[in-house]
């Protein structure tokens, strides 16, 4: 079983057909047809090990309202165990705004409150988490609140693989995680340095923050792959090209994928190869996507 632990939204995608301006401003008139949910965030990391066919235990906050609710709802409706860590605030929202048929992204509204989770509701928990005896954890960190010094220390002891998909500002909590995820933006920020998208820039920034983690890395690049920095050596693994229609997500398919990759191969660099084989194919799709073993093994 995998357990996941993060930041649990639910996102929102009203579609619709834009055909007029609004008289008021000058701004797009929406015409709505249709209305979906997905969870996003951990959630969404948790949706792809489940479409990989894995057990999943996702552990969040949503709050005591219609969209936390619902968070519980479409958990139940895929088979995710899902674990509330607390209910004390409102669920965090992503609500975008799509123009049919060109699938272009009109706004984003969000709804969140980002306080750090109480101790008190870990020791509540985690007793329970600690029960289900995970072979593997994900931190799915969006810095929302649900990762703090004292969530990582209970994790940690639960002495199973960590693997993190981290924010910038909570880097020093990932220390001696099995592997940090970040992608080159988050690299940039964390080091605050200018790192170019070549191979001989991230090497030397990578073994910056590996030596400073004492973690294995995978630095995700865009277009050009992946970079995975560990104690055997440095490899770069190429991504495959493909038609990017929407990035929304692609992060969480690819720690996913990652993870389910290692669980099934037992080798970082075929882990990575997987991972961003998934994230490829994620992107070619419209909104928060998932994959498929037939689509990553095919």
Not at 21 to 50: Q, T, W
Not at 79 to 90: E, S, V
Not at 122 to 135: N, R, V
Not at 197 to 210: I, T
């Amino acid at each position: 079983m995998v357990l996941i632990v993060g930041d649990v939204m639910l996102d929102r995608f009203v579609f619709g057909t834009v055909d007029r301006i609004n008289p008021e401003a000058p701004v797009p008139i929406l015409e709505v047809s249709e209305v979906s949910h997905n969870l996003g965030g951990a959630g969404n990391v948790a949706m792809n090990l489940i479409t990989l066919h894995e057990e999943v235990t996702l552990v969040g906050i949503v709050g005591d309202d219609d969209d936390g609710k619902l968070v519980q709802t479409l958990c139940e409706r895929v088979g995710i165990n899902f674990i509330p860590l607390a209910k004390d605030r409102i669920t965090t929202l992503k609500e975008r705004y799509v123009a049919l048929p060109y699938r272009q992204q009109l706004l984003r509204v969000d709804r969140e409150l980002r306080l750090p989770v109480e101790d008190k509701y870990w020791d509540a928990t985690f007793s329970k988490i600690k029960g289900l005896q995970p072979e593997y954890v994900i931190v799915s960190d969006y810095a929302k609140g649900v990762i703090t010094p004292y969530g990582m220390r209970k994790l940690r002891t639960l002495d199973v693989p960590l693997f993190v998909d981290p924010k910038p500002q909570n880097i020093e909590l990932y220390r001696d995680s099995f592997l940090v995820k970040p992608n080159l933006r988050e690299l940039r920020i964390i080091l605050n340095r200018p790192v170019a998208n070549d191979d001989h820039a991230v090497e030397e920034a990578g073994r910056m923050l590996y030596d400073r983690l004492r973690a294995n890395l995978v630095i995700t690049r865009s277009e050009k792959g992946a970079t995975l920095i560990s104690k055997d050596g440095i490899v770069h693994v190429p991504a495959e090209r493909r038609e990017v229609y929407d990035v929304t997500g692609a992060g969480d398919t690819f720690i996913a994928a990652l993870v389910w990759g290692y669980k099934r191969t037992g080798n970082l660099i075929e882990a990575v190869r997987l991972a961003n084989k998934a994230a490829g194919i994620a992107v070619s799709k419209l909104g928060v996507a998932t994959v498929t073993v037939d689509e990553v093994l095919g």
